[in-house]
């Protein structure tokens, strides 16, 4: 287990739905991420959090928005999605940014219809 | 040309065999790289650092060129358990991101 829980941990929604992912983390970190993954992509950063301040957002469309409430916990908020936000959207968590170890959670399976 | 790049195989091998992966990344001010694995359905998980040196974990075996820009993972006396993709990691120039290749399937086979 790596102490990175998600929930849900698979989710339907509409084109004009309005839903959220959450990520929690038990270890103790500052830094947090949002990645997405797509079938034959490589894993994309979305979102980097650290000390619960974002610090990066990789030209990520306005339609996922991210919260960190404090270092353990992260949501991406998510509104109007394409079909082709369709994937798996994984949280990561690491004791300080850039640090070569992530600690990631199970992954949110996400399919817009 | 991609940041990192990976043959995505997959590679069937029996098991027993000894089989190598191979990355390629494109900064040269890249800091430190990684192998991560990502077993089917799940996340990716921490395999080994790469050093500059060259580090061995039992049948592991990672390697890195910094002048060539490449790096390897060699795996010895392939267990079916080792069935699942490699990610090969780099942290870039700014040092406070981890870029992912798109790994390489291994299949060990009975």
């Known amino acids: 287990e790596t102490g990175v829980t998600q929930t849900p941990r698979h989710l339907v929604m509409g084109m004009t739905n309005k839903k959220s992912l959450k990520c929690e983390q038990h270890?103790?970190?500052?830094?947090m991420y949002w990645y997405k993954q797509s079938a034959k992509k490589p894993l994309e950063l979305m979102f980097v959090y650290n000390f619960k301040e974002q610090t990066e957002n990789n030209s990520v469309p306005s339609r996922f928005s991210p919260e960190c409430p404090n270092s353990s916990h992260l949501f991406l908020h998510l509104h109007t999605l394409q079909p082709e936000d369709s994937a798996l959207y994984l949280c990561?968590?690491?004791?300080?940014?850039?640090?070569?170890?992530?600690?990631f959670g199970p992954g949110t399976r996400l399919t817009v219809l | 040309r991609k940041e990192v790049e990976q043959d995505p195989g997959p590679f069937n091998v029996p098991e027993g065999a000894t089989v190598a992966f191979n990355c390629t990344y494109s900064n040269s001010a890249s800091q430190s790289f990684f192998w991560y694995r990502q077993d089917c359905r799940k996340e990716p998980k921490l395999l080994m650092s790469v050093y500059s040196s060259g580090n061995e974990d039992g049948r592991f075996t990672a390697q890195l060129n910094r002048a060539s820009q490449y790096i390897s993972l060699l795996i010895r006396d392939s267990k079916l358990s080792d069935s699942a993709t490699y990610l090969c990691v780099v942290n870039g120039g700014s040092g406070d991101k981890l870029t992912f290749g798109t790994g390489t399937r291994l299949a060990v086979r009975p």
């Open positions: 990561a968590s690491s004791p300080k940014i850039g640090a070569g170890e992530q600690f």
């Open positions: 270890l103790g970190h500052n830094a």
